[in-house]
T-cell receptor, first 116, second 113 residues
Framework: DAGVIQSPRHEVTEMGQEVTLRCKPI?????LFWYRQTMMRGLELLIY??????IDDSGMPEDRFSAKMPNASFSTLKIQPSEPRDSAVYFC???WGGGNANYGYTFGSGTRLTVV | AQSVTQLDSQVPVFEEAPVELRCNYS??????LFWYVQYPNQGLQLLLK??????LVKGINGFEAEFNKSQTSFHLRKPSVHISDTAEYFC???????????FGAGTRLFVKA
């Protein structure tokens, strides 16, 4: 398996523009997570899905952020409009929930977002 | 809710010396515990996990960790480090049966020649 695949690796955009980050989880994994990493706040869980259904979006900072998982092999995180404070590395991770146990995540390589 | 405290933000150590990275957690329910490693410009990689059973857990790259329930700790150890172990290490916790994982602030391990 190629692992969790995120695109793009780097994104530079102007304030006010819409940004879409993409993620392909590992085949067979039924949990998908979006995290944001910054120096100031560390790793923050934004939202996670189970079997394509959002389970907990309490970490989504505000209405400018939205996430979807239309099928088991694809998820998007959208920011509209983007602001400089959204600059961060965004990670997608997936996990298999067999036996109702958290065996740990497989992370993608991340998308480094810079909003100028 | 669960929380994690990594007691050291940076740990410098000489090559071939032993190292311990400290982690304490807080939770009112039973937990799963994890250590992840992050190399520069990469995603996090799972080093080891404690779900149940033996409190001494062995992981990849020669690392091990010991779950101590009475002290609510899960310290990571390696008897002899290499230059290639230089990275950031994250301790993480989720409640038993839960999938929402909370990460600590990270400890930067710097191995010197």
């Amino acid at each position: 398996d190629a692992g969790v695949i995120q695109s793009p690796r780097h994104e530079v955009t102007e304030m006010g523009q819409e940004v879409t980050l993409r993620c392909k989880p590992i085949s067979g994994h039924d949990y998908l997570f979006w995290y944001r990493q910054t120096m100031m706040r560390g790793l923050e869980l934004l939202i996670y899905f189970n079997n394509n259904v959002p389970i907990d979006d309490s970490g989504m900072p505000e209405d400018r952020f939205s996430a979807k998982m239309p099928n088991a092999s694809f998820s998007t995180l959208k920011i509209q409009p983007s602001e400089p404070r959204d600059s961060a590395v965004y990670f997608c991770a997936s996990s298999w929930g067999g036996g109702n146990a958290n065996y740990g995540y497989t992370f993608g390589s991340g998308t480094r977002l810079t909003v100028v | 809710a669960q929380s994690v405290t990594q007691l050291d933000s940076q740990v410098p150590v000489f090559e071939e010396a032993p190292v311990e990275l400290r982690c304490n957690y807080s939770s009112s329910v039973s937990v799963y515990l994890f250590w992840y490693v992050q190399y520069p410009n990469q995603g996090l990689q799972l080093l080891l996990k404690y779900l149940s059973g033996s409190t001494l857990v062995k992981g990849i790259n020669g690392f091990e960790a010991e779950f101590n329930k009475s002290q609510t700790s899960f310290h990571l150890r390696k008897p002899s480090v290499h230059i290639s172990d230089t990275a950031e290490y994250f301790c993480a916790v989720s409640r038993t049966g839960g999938f929402k994982t909370i990460f600590g602030a990270g400890t930067r391990l710097f191995v010197k020649a």
